[in-house]
DNA sequence: AGCACGCCGACT
DNA sequence: GTCGGCGTGCTC
């Protein structure tokens, strides 16, 4: 090996040491990677995890790809501290990563977070401590001892050190008094797995007719192989679940991870055992209030492939699977799979991506699909699946609008006497009846009846709603609350208070001033007793322990109510005109739920809509059941709503944490560009709009905490068109497969 | 995201 | 004279 003397001469004077630098993401909102030396040893790839210095702190991120940024100052150069003990991210997820953040234009390290959040998972779980049985005999044999050891030598497996005990009934002390005497050994065990293996066979498929067909259907898909989406699209109650059952089935059989995308909200014990009741075990569960110590045996297992199912949240999106070969989205057209902080995303649409990315099939499930995803039926890319009938005896609710011009309530009432006739039938034959109404609280308004003034929020200023079960009144959009006040704050005048419009609480009052021997029950998420309360109430109704229920969204899911043969809506309006471009959509979404937990076992059900507007197309494709001419109209208006594209019309939406920040954003915006017509406003709630896809033409919401940034970013995309990227985020709600 | 720095208004 | 509000800049 010569060593010429140039080289020589440089390692002496010139030539630094030679450092392996790598890219890495830290979980830091800048536009991209870190560079960092590796230090001798060490041994990094693209994917691992790894623990950096950033200034002061400690970061966990991950070696990314690519090259480093050569502009760097060397001196700044930082050496990773430490690479967990972990499987590196494949190239799959590290892709998808890049796709996610570009495509949202999220920091990629903050994308990244995301797949990486379970801190104390990055080392591996600490062995457990066992007992090995060695046979021999103690020297003195006690009764407890004899139990101890008859089991002992019952099953030849390791036993932990409680797990005998307790088996044995006897005390921890029994058995370290025999491991003393070496009867047993004390040996270290691998953890047992968060959740047993899923058995795809574990029963004969549940299902016939329709059923049967569309499971074979998808199934077919699994088998061809390679990406494909399908929408199945039944209404409630038409078994999509066991449908998509099957596909997960036939996923297990090849010996591929699912996950299965719920919202949060349909995360319950009720779904796990349905699941549990097919495959023998439960999935494994991933959403916000994990514990973190399972947080971290659910990560593990799903990096490691031990655990085959996951059902969980949005962010499970994020998990990084082993072996990923088929992704479940139920409940695809809800709202909820929006995540609308630090990084904007909808997890159904990059559900699909990530099912494109790593070429497997994906399903999306929703009793009332999302007009995105309808689209997609309809030109053909998503392969479309119709349930249109329930499953077994069940039938559909008969429905009928009730035209409230016509047939008004009495005077400070809001029931039509045809609904409070409707509701005497149903109690009369023992089965029960559902008032749905989407508002919480006693009365929307409060105002004084002398001087006229309205109570409204010091923080926020929307209306405070009165909540007389709590004697509070409350903010909805902030949460301020205080104690409901007996004079007016403005003019002093004691009881001329009057409350204004409807909410759960007074309907129970009117429905109470009716029925008085009805057992009356009021469920809505601020039921004193929260989330134990509330499922025991759940559960007690579908004993037939209510004859009566009045309830707000929280009823519109899950639960399975047998007695329940009537559905009345009390205001069906409600949130047709709130400003929400969604709006139709959404109502008609909401409607077909709540009328759809009528009448699920077979009984003959009715569903009663109180309307002022009987010819709105939303309350017409209801009654009708004919969703297909409400999604026919509903597209068309959203194309005729799409602004022009850039260039010719630049139009903006700008939405921001508050409703008052998005006006000051705007405001900025156009004194920064006084040529943009359309800068429009929209508080958080309502953003991001709903954009059907087609053409190139799309609205951009535009998030940002900084004025200048948001002014500048403005001016570039006016000069450089809407490729142009700024250091703020962006939503682009448009289908992300035109990215693909 | 955190954290430090720096610049103007209301206080012990 | 300071304390502290948030606007701005920086982290390999």
């Known amino acids: 090996m010569g060593k010429d003397s140039s080289d020589l001469f440089g390692s002496l004077f010139k030539t630094p040491p030679l450092v392996k630098v790598v890219p890495v993401l830290v979980p830091l909102p800048v536009p991209g990677a870190y560079s960092y030396a590796v230090p001798e040893g060490l041994a990094v790839e693209p994917g691992s995890v790894v623990q950096v210095p950033v200034g002061p702190r400690q970061l966990i991120g991950v070696v990314w790809d690519g090259e480093n940024d050569d502009r760097l100052d060397p001196k700044k150069l930082r050496p990773i501290t430490l690479a967990f003990d972990c499987p590196p991210l494949s190239k799959e997820m590290r892709d998808f990563i890049d796709w996610v953040a570009n495509y949202t234009l999220s920091p990629p390290g903050l994308v990244a977070r995301m797949a990486i959040r379970a801190p104390a998972a990055l080392e591996p779980e600490p062995m457990v401590e066992g007992l090995r049985y060695l046979g021999g005999r103690p020297e003195r044999l006690t009764p407890a001892r004899t139990r101890v050891l008859d089991l002992a ?35 270290f065990l691998a953890p047992p797995p968060v959740v047993a293996r899923p058995d795809p066979d574990y029963i004969a498929p549940r299902i016939e007719g329709p059923q049967k067909e569309a499971a074979a259907e998808i199934v077919d898909s699994i088998r061809t192989g390679g990406f494909s989406t399908s929408l199945i699209d039944g209404v409630t109650g038409s078994g999509k679940t066991e449908v998509y059952f099957e596909a997960i089935a036939e996923t297990l059989r090849r010996g591929k991870q699912v996950l299965i995308l719920l919202p949060e909200i349909a995360l319950t ?32 297992g799903v990096v490691t492939g031990e655990v085959q199912v996951v059902a969980g949240a949005r962010s499970a999106l994020f998990l990084p699977f082993e072996n990923l070969g088929l992704i479940i989205v139920d409940e695809e057209h809800d709202p909820a799979y929006k995540q609308e902080d630090r990084v904007f995303y909808n997890a159904r649409d990059m559900a699909v991506v990530r099912a494109r990315i790593g070429d497997f099939p994906i399903v999306l499930v929703s009793a009332t699909p999302s007009v995105e995803s309808q689209v997609n039926g309809l030109s053909g890319r998503y392969n479309t699946v119709h349930l249109p009938t329930r499953f077994g ?14 047939h008004p309530p009495e005077r400070g009432g809001f029931l039509s006497p045809l609904l409070i006739r409707a509701i005497a039938k149903t109690i009369g034959r023992g089965e029960q009846a559902l008032l749905f109404l989407n508002r919480r609280g006693y009365a929307p308004l409060t105002l004084c009846r002398v001087c006229g003034h309205r109570f409204q929020c010091p923080q926020c200023s929307s209306w405070l709603v009165e909540h007389r079960f709590k004697n509070q009144i409350q903010c909805h959009q902030c949460g301020y609350s205080e104690p409901t006040p007996e004079a007016c704050p403005e003019c002093g005048t004691l009881d001329h208070l009057v409350a204004c419009g409807p909410g759960v609480e007074r309907i129970a009052e009117e429905v109470e001033k009716h029925f008085p021997d009805a057992r009356t029950i009021v469920m809505s998420s601020d039921l004193l007793g929260g989330v134990k309360r509330m ?73 009663l809509l109180q309307t002022f507007q009987p010819q709105h197309p939303v309350m017409q494709a209801i009654v009708s059941g004919d969703a297909s001419a409400f999604y026919e109209r509903e597209i068309a208006e959203r194309e005729k709503a799409i602004l022009p594209p850039f260039g010719r019309l ?91």
Request: aromatic letters at 4%; a positive charge; hydrophobic letters at 40%.
């Open 535 to 607: 499922r025991l109430e759940l559960e007690a109704i579908a004993k037939g322990d209510a004859d009566i229920v009045i309830g707000t969204q929280l009823v519109a899911k899950g639960h399975n109510f047998p007695l329940m043969t009537l559905v009345g809506i009390v205001d069906s309006d409600l949130g047709l005109s709130n400003g929400d471009p969604r709006a139709a959509e959404r109502t008609f979404q909401l409607l077909s739920q709540v009328t759809g937990r009528a009448g699920r076992t077979g009984r003959k059900s009715h569903g």
């Open 153 to 187: 030598n019952q099953e030849d497996i390791p036993w932990t050190r409680s797990g005998l005990a307790h088996a044995a009934g006897v005390s921890l002390s029994v058995i370290d008094g025999l491991t003393a005497q070496g009867i047993f050994e004390t040996v």
């Open 393 to 406: 005896d069940a039938a559909m609710p008969d429905l009928h609008l009730i035209d409230m011009r016509r």
């Open 269 to 300: 014990a009720s779904f796990l055992e349905r699941f549990q009741d097919r495959f023998g075990a439960k999935p494994g569960e991933w959403h916000s209030d994990l514990s973190p110590r399972m947080r971290e045996k659910v990560w593990r």
């Open 650 to 740: 630049a139009s903006l939406i700008v939405s921001a944490d508050t409703r008052a920040d998005a006006e000051s954003h705007a405001r900025g915006l156009r004194a920064a560009a006084p040529k943009v017509s359309g800068i429009s406003v929209l508080g958080p709630a309502e953003a991001p709009l709903a954009l059907v896809r087609g053409r190139h033409r799309f609205r951009l919401l535009v998030h940002g905490r900084r004025n200048s940034d948001m002014q500048a970013f403005l001016r570039a995309m006016l000069a450089n068109g809407p490729k142009q990227r700024g250091s703020v985020q962006i939503q682009l709600d448009i289908d992300p497969q035109s990215f693909l």
